[in-house]
């Protein structure tokens, strides 16, 4: 580790302390730990510094990540969401777009981003969400589903279709015709600040239309799904070092039939489990990092398998440390329980298990030609 990712894990630790399970209960995260974070550019590391971000590349921001998924995933969940509208806002964004927005998210603004529909979740092309021209502006139209940070943000960008094609908009939470209605009880990142969205005729200045619009659908999705997913990913190396953490200290101190836990050859088992599944999604993630820096083709798969290995290591990981911390996981706040919770979300988010599947089928069979 090197010694700015040595301060920025310090700075962050020092923020959340122990305090993620008393935020997973509340259903909430505080204001001040969200403006602290986002005002020195924590939530969105890997913005160029010409944008007053930290420039971190994607292997660096990825163990950043990990760290913060290791304590908080609503607190990491939010930070992939205003990682994820960054990096669009810098894929589609003109210059000048750039400047203004990507400024406001390395200044504290925080930004979530809009793109699953109640008809659109796994097949975004199946998008209804309008944006289209009136005179000097522009008009959105549409319902979002589970935007995550949605409760927390001053911005959406928000996918639709235009014309025959695509286009990102940047949204005031605050514009005129823009509902904002939590979801009620999520099953994990409980406080991620979920949210469903309503826009109604939401009139918006040209500016507020990153790159014009007129993108093809599909590559917007993967523009913004790239980040998302290895950010996801890289947030679930952190679960699973969190659960590791606590199964193996627990196995080698809690005894029963006259020795350590860990020395019971069936609980043992169930460690390597956990040990391998943490190497595994780590190499993965680090794999993907590598080819995402080098701009490397190749980035589309890696991403694709580190989610998909990440994600799944996480929620089996995190069943095997509840397994074998028995009782004492068994409650609302203690880091397994709630891991147990935010893990199985992380399989169907970004791409679920079986969409990454998909990709990885196509994959091997296009590159065995
Ligand atoms: P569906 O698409 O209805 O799929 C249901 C099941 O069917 C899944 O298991 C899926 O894998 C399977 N399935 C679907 N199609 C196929 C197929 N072709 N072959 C095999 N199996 C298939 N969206 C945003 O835009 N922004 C966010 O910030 C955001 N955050 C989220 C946070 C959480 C915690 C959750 C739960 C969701 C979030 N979402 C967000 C929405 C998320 O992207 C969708 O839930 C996801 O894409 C899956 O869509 P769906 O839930 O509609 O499931």
């Not at 990825?62 to 205003?82: E, K, N």
């Not at 514009?175 to 109604?200: I, K, M, S, Y």
């Not at 709630?338 to 979300?345: F, G, H, I, N, V």
């Amino acid at each position: 580790m090197n010694e700015a990712r040595a301060d920025l894990r310090a700075a962050v630790g020092a923020l959340v302390g122990d305090q993620a399970a008393g935020w997973d209960l509340a259903g909430l995260l505080p204001a001040g730990v969200l403006r602290k974070l986002g005002g020195d550019g924590l939530l969105c590391a890997e913005v160029p510094a010409e944008y007053g971000g930290l420039g971190l590349n994607s292997q660096d921001g990825g163990a950043f990540t990990a760290y913060v998924g290791s304590l908080c995933s609503s607190l990491r969940s939010v930070m992939t969401s205003q990682g994820m509208a960054a990096w669009t806002i810098q894929r589609m964004g003109t210059p000048l777009q750039c400047r203004e927005y990507l400024r406001r998210l390395t200044g504290g603004e925080l930004a979530a981003v809009a793109f699953s529909e109640p008809q659109a979740g796994s097949d975004l092309s199946a998008m209804r969400t309008q944006i289209w021209r009136d005179g000097d502006e522009f008009v959105l139209d549409g319902t979002k589903v589970w935007t995550t940070a949605a409760c927390y943000a001053d911005l959406f960008v928000v996918a639709g279709v235009h014309r025959q094609a695509g286009a990102a908009v940047v949204v005031p939470a605050r514009a005129v015709g823009v509902t904002v209605e939590p979801v009620a009880n999520p099953a994990g990142c409980r406080a991620a600040g979920h949210a469903n969205l309503r826009f109604d005729s939401v009139r918006l200045p040209a500016e507020a239309v990153l790159g014009g619009g007129g993108q093809p659908l599909s590559w917007l999705f993967t523009t913004a799904l790239g980040y998302g997913r290895i950010s996801v990913a890289w947030g679930c190396v952190g679960i699973l070092r969190a659960c590791l953490s606590a199964a193996a200290a627990h196995a080698a101190t809690r005894r029963q039939f006259g020795k350590p836990l860990a020395e019971h050859q069936l609980v043992a088992r169930h460690l390597a489990e956990l040990y391998s599944a943490e190497r595994v999604a780590t190499w993965a993630c680090e794999h993907a990092s590598r080819c995402r820096d080098a701009g490397s083709p190749e980035q589309v798969a890696a991403i694709v398998l580190a989610k998909y290995l990440s994600a799944r290591g996480a929620a089996r990981g995190a069943a095997i440390a509840a397994q074998i911390l028995g009782s004492a996981a068994a409650q609302d706040g203690h880091v397994v329980a709630r891991a147990c919770r935010d893990a199985k979300l992380m399989e169907i988010i970004e791409g679920s298990n079986e969409i990454c599947q998909l990709i990885l089928a196509q994959h091997a069979v296009a590159t065995s030609r």
